[in-house]
């Protein structure tokens, strides 16, 4: 409860920034490619929850999307797996909303202990929703309970997708996987945040997500959300969710299943 209390405060303050900075003219930069790009914001949040999360646990570690992993010898799976208490933050979820001014920007941070997700938040400053989750404990949005939605009928389900920064693999990949779904369902929603898509999620406003190619900062916070509010995650072939994931699915845990057999039927139509 401390580690969230303190977390919380923590994340609600950098909100405030983020309202701040999006007012304000602000430099961006690539990163490695011309559709992945960081602004002076995504750098100065992380850099602000860095130096709080330290101040609060000088025993813990915290990794961020923009400070480069190096930690000698150890691959970025086993310090995943073998810290008693490692943070893990998207400073800027949706940094490309946030260049355009677009809503859909989220902060999310998650906490991992020996690989467990034990704590995650994602926050919407711009219309202050704080999602949040303990394992074992709930998930909550602004201190109400949370739960997926009970819809069953693929007809009647919203679903999201993201449409990745890997051009010629993942989002040809996404196109196809639009293409066999969309006619399906009510519709199809690309709000650009994956964490925002995995907190709509566990607050039953969309009955699954699905996404190649993300990283953990990505959805460690939305997956123990999603979790905590009765819905279920793994990657898009429906095999367990693990911390080195390649794709990632999450659901109200009834219409998961019928949107993995579609993505797995797209993606044998791939193979050949
Ligand atoms: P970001 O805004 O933190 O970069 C949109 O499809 C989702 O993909 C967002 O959550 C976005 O996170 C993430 N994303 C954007 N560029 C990416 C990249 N180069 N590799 C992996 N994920 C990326
Ligand atoms: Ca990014
Ligand atoms: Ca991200
Ligand atoms: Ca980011």
């Excluded at 646990?57 to 961020?64: L, V």
Aim: with cysteine; charged share 25%.
């Amino acid at each position: 409860m401390e580690f969230l209390n303190t977390s919380l405060n923590i994340v609600r303050e950098s909100g405030e920034m983020l309202i701040d900075g999006i007012k304000s003219s602000f430099n961006v930069d690539r990163k490695e490619s011309k559709f992945d790009l960081v602004t002076e914001w995504d750098k100065k949040i992380e850099s602000f929850i860095t130096e709080k999360i330290q101040d609060a646990f000088p025993n813990h570690k915290i990794i961020g999307e923009e400070s480069i992993y190096s930690e000698g010898s150890q691959s970025f799976e086993e310090l995943l797996r073998s810290e008693p208490h490692l943070w893990v933050l998207d400073p800027i979820d949706g940094t490309n909303n946030y260049i355009h001014r677009l809503p859909g920007y989220t902060i999310s941070l998650a906490m991992i202990s020996y690989g467990e997700i034990k704590l995650g938040i994602i926050y919407n400053p711009d219309n202050d929703e704080m999602f949040c989750a303990e394992y074992g404990k709930g998930a909550f949005l602004n201190g109400e309970r949370l739960h997926v939605s009970d819809r069953s009928v693929l007809a009647e389900s919203m679903l999201a997708t993201g449409f990745p920064a890997d051009v010629d693999v993942d989002r040809k990949a996404v196109l196809n996987q639009i293409n066999e779904l969309g006619p399906l369902c009510r519709n199809i929603r690309v709000f650009g945040s994956a964490a925002l898509h995995c907190a709509y999620v566990a607050a039953g406003r969309l009955e699954a997500y699905w996404e190649p190619g993300l990283n953990i900062w990505d959805i460690a916070a939305g997956a123990l959300i999603v979790q905590e509010a009765n819905g279920s995650v793994s990657e898009m072939d429906g095999s367990p969710f693990i911390l080195d994931f390649k794709s990632f699915m999450c659901g109200n845990g009834v219409m998961d299943n019928v949107i993995i057999h579609h993505l797995n039927k797209v993606a044998s139509k791939e193979m050949g």
